[in-house]
């Protein structure tokens, strides 16, 4: 993989969620840390993987696994490089490590694999996209970070400065001095993750967030039309996102185009709002791809 980086500081972070492991469905329906998932039932069906965004982890998709799992699908959500629990020290926390980590989560698994990133997840969806496009049935971006090839956060922020957003993450999150790392206020979480989650998932979710490496956020993607170009792109759009403003959604949205845009009535985090109208759009990429 060819990744490039740029410099980056307070005025150029944003957006997100980030974690670890892998969480799995057990008989009881509860969900429970491991390496396995849920396995697929119907041998036609296709294998989710899921990629949380900054701060989060794997434990945010806690209410949606099951809605995928009871229809047949194997669903994995691993944690990124040093996010949540994740093992791995800070410093490797990358788009490199980052790929490298899903890349192998899709080559332990066997058939089609619909790739969903959230967030800053996105970044790590298009460029596994381009590292894994044959193993790809789709890639879905839930209000996700959209970028074209040689482009970064901090480039995109840069070039859309004159949209003016009120940027809430980057207004509130809180940055290392040697600007290396970044935290999120609990406090400030309902109103930019979880502004229409009910209260008592947005306060067990503001008690998960752990600290994000920066340098993600000026690593550019490297994209070609013959790998990253022949994937299917899927986009699931929040209205009332407060962490990835809807304005800079349609920007990216204008710059790349998807096979289909869905809405949602609803925040940054829909698989914690509305997983099952979030499932249901899944569900229905997965059924459109055979």
């Known amino acids: 993989?060819?990744?490039?980086?740029?410099?980056?500081?307070?005025?150029?972070?944003?957006?997100?969620?980030a974690s670890i492991a892998t969480f799995a469905i057990a008989s009881s329906g509860t969900l429970n840390s491991s390496l396995a998932a849920t396995e697929?039932?119907?041998?036609?069906?296709?294998?989710?993987?899921l990629v949380h965004g900054s701060f989060h982890g794997s434990w945010c998709w806690r209410k949606l696994i099951p809605l995928l799992g009871?229809?047949?699908?194997?669903?994995?959500?691993?944690?990124?490089?040093?996010?949540?629990?994740d093992p791995a020290p800070i410093e490797n926390a990358d788009l490199?490590?980052?790929t490298t980590r899903i890349a192998g989560v899709i080559d332990g698994v066997e058939g089609p694999v619909i790739l969903v990133g959230h967030s800053m997840g996105g970044i790590v969806t298009s460029q596994v996209s381009e590292e894994r496009s044959k193993r790809l049935a789709a890639a879905v971006y839930i209000n996700g970070l959209l970028f074209r090839s040689n482009e970064s956060l901090g480039s995109f922020l840069e070039a859309n400065?004159?949209?003016?957003?009120?940027d809430l993450v980057l207004k509130n999150m809180?940055?290392?001095?040697d600007g290396l790392t970044a935290t999120f206020p609990?406090?400030?979480a309902p109103e930019v993750f979880y502004n229409t989650c009910a209260s008592v998932d947005a306060d067990w979710a503001k008690s998960q967030l752990t600290p994000q490496r920066t340098k993600v956020y000026g690593d550019k993607l490297f994209l070609t039309p013959e790998r990253y170009g022949q994937v299917k792109r899927y986009y699931v759009k929040g209205l009332k996102d407060h962490a990835v403003s809807p304005?800079?959604?349609?920007?990216?949205?204008?710059?790349?185009?998807c096979q289909q845009v869905f809405t949602l009535d609803g925040d940054h985090s829909p698989f914690l709002s509305s997983p099952a109208k979030l499932a249901e759009i899944l569900l229905s990429i997965a059924r459109n791809q055979g």
């Open 1 to 17: 993989m060819n990744t490039h980086s740029q410099p980056i500081n307070r005025r150029t972070v944003m957006a997100g969620a």
């Open 40 to 49: 697929k039932t119907d041998k036609n069906a296709a294998t989710f993987v």
């Open 70 to 85: 009871r229809e047949g699908h194997a669903v994995i959500a691993p944690d990124l490089p040093a996010s949540g629990g």
């Open 96 to 98: 490199n490590s980052y």
């Open 161 to 166: 400065a004159k949209l003016n957003v009120d």
């Open 174 to 177: 809180k940055v290392s001095a």
């Open 186 to 188: 609990t406090e400030k």
């Open 247 to 257: 304005l800079y959604q349609d920007a990216m949205l204008g710059n790349t185009p």
